[in-house]
Each structure stands twice: as C-alpha cells, then as structure tokens.
C-alpha cells in the first residue's frame, strides 16, 4: 500500500520560501502516476497547488503560478514543493497526495502545518 | 478565475437521503471534468470517495453514489448514518488545473 509523508519546517517568515518535502513508501515515483500538492488554511477549503511527473513535468494551479516549483527526487523516491514569498495567507495545512491513473486522487498525507509568522 | 459551487451546509435525518451537488461557473459539468469527491472529518485529511465521475473506491462505502445531475455532478448518500456526518468537497479538472468546490458540512440529525 502506498504512503506519503509531508516533512518540512513547521513555521517560515514573511517573504520567505516554503519548502516541504512528501517521502513515497509502497510505491515508485517513477511510476505512472502523478504527485500532487494541496492545501488548507485552518478552517477552509481544500486548495489545489499543482501536480508533478516523475519526469519533471509540472501542471500549477493559476493563482500560484509565479511562486510555485515542485521537483522529483528519484533517488529518494520523493518529490518536493517550493512556495516563495510567504504571506500569512499561505498559512495552512499542506497535503501531498497521488494521483493514479483514471484521475484518481487515491493516496494522502497526513497533512503537515506551515505557519507564516515572524 | 473558474468557481466550483457547493452548498455550505446541508442537514439530514439518519436514515435519509442527502444530495450534495457540484457546480462550475463555467457551464454545465460534464463527465470530461472527472468530477471527484472526499470526505473530511475534523483533524482527518481528504479520504477519496469517487473519481472519474463515478467510480468508487474499494473502501467507499456501498450507500454513497455520484452522477451528474441538472447540470451539476452530484453525489447521494443512502440511508445516512451518522458517521457520514462530515465536509464532502468535491474536485473538477479544467484542461491542466483542478479546482476544489468550497466544501458542503453534512450533519445528521
């Protein structure tokens, strides 16, 4: 069974960048699917940030755009997301998740919190 | 800036039926939006219900169900029970970007 695990610094400044982390266990990155990062800020909805290909193909949520990077690490099976220029707006909950084939969102992290605070 | 639209809350009784309903400002939704839907519990993270419209999981329960429905993609739950009381968001793709619907709180009551 696949898991995934969020790990990364649980408070960043202002005007900084964000980086987290998702560790893929029971499967390959390097399989068919494609690994997705979502948030939450405490009390909304769930935010879809973008998605990426073992390859290093990438889809990002508009809004996001202009600060997002995500990236793969074959070698540890895991892959990475970079959110720069905080603001206490990107305050939230940040999952990582699967997606399989047939669009499926199948597999999630336990979520990891990020608190933009000085 | 595409909107995808739920109801904030709906309220029904054990054993009856709930319609959650999924909307896009673009139009009417169509199988081509994958609509997907999860459930969420307090302090839980997302747990998939169903897929591609209508495809469910092996742990979805047998008494949840997803259509389109007037335009909408729409998902019913059967015989509610309590533990389905929970936010249910459901999730569109539109060409390269997915878009989440603010989320509908089901209590049972």
């Known amino acids: 069974q696949v898991q995934l695990q969020e790990s990364g610094p649980g408070l960043v400044k202002p005007s900084e960048t964000l980086s987290l982390t998702c560790a893929v266990s029971?499967?390959?990155?390097?399989?068919?699917?494609?690994w997705s990062w979502v948030r939450q800020p405490p009390g909304k909805g769930l935010e879809w940030i973008g998605e990426?290909?073992?390859?290093?193909?990438?889809n990002y949520n508009p809004s996001l755009r202009s600060r997002v990077t995500m990236s793969v690490d074959k070698s540890k099976n895991q892959f990475s997301l970079n959110l720069s220029s905080v603001t206490a707006a990107d305050t939230a909950v940040y999952y990582c998740?699967?997606?399989?084939?047939?669009?499926?969102?199948?597999?999630w992290g336990q979520g990891t919190l990020v608190t933009v605070s000085s | 800036q595409t909107v995808v639209t739920q109801e904030p809350s709906l309220t029904v009784s054990p054993g009856g039926t709930a319609t959650l309903t999924c909307a896009s400002s673009?139009?009417?939704?169509?199988?081509?939006?994958?609509p997907s839907w999860f459930q969420q519990k307090p302090g839980q993270p997302p747990r998939p219900l169903i897929y591609?419209?209508?495809n469910k999981h092996s742990w979805t329960p047998a008494h949840f169900s997803a259509s389109l429905l007037g335009g909408k993609a729409a998902l019913t739950l059967s015989g509610v029970q309590p533990e389905d009381e929970a936010e249910y968001y459901c999730?569109?793709?539109?060409?390269?970007?997915?878009?989440f619907g603010g989320g509908t709180k089901l209590t049972v009551l």
């Open positions: 999730l569109l793709y539109y060409g390269v970007a997915w878009v």
């Open positions: 998740a699967r997606k399989s084939l047939g669009n499926n969102f199948d597999y």
């Open positions: 591609s419209l209508n």
């Open positions: 029971g499967g390959s990155i390097s399989s068919t699917d494609w």
């Open positions: 673009s139009g009417a939704v169509t199988s081509t939006y994958h």
């Open positions: 990426i290909y073992h390859t290093g193909s990438t």
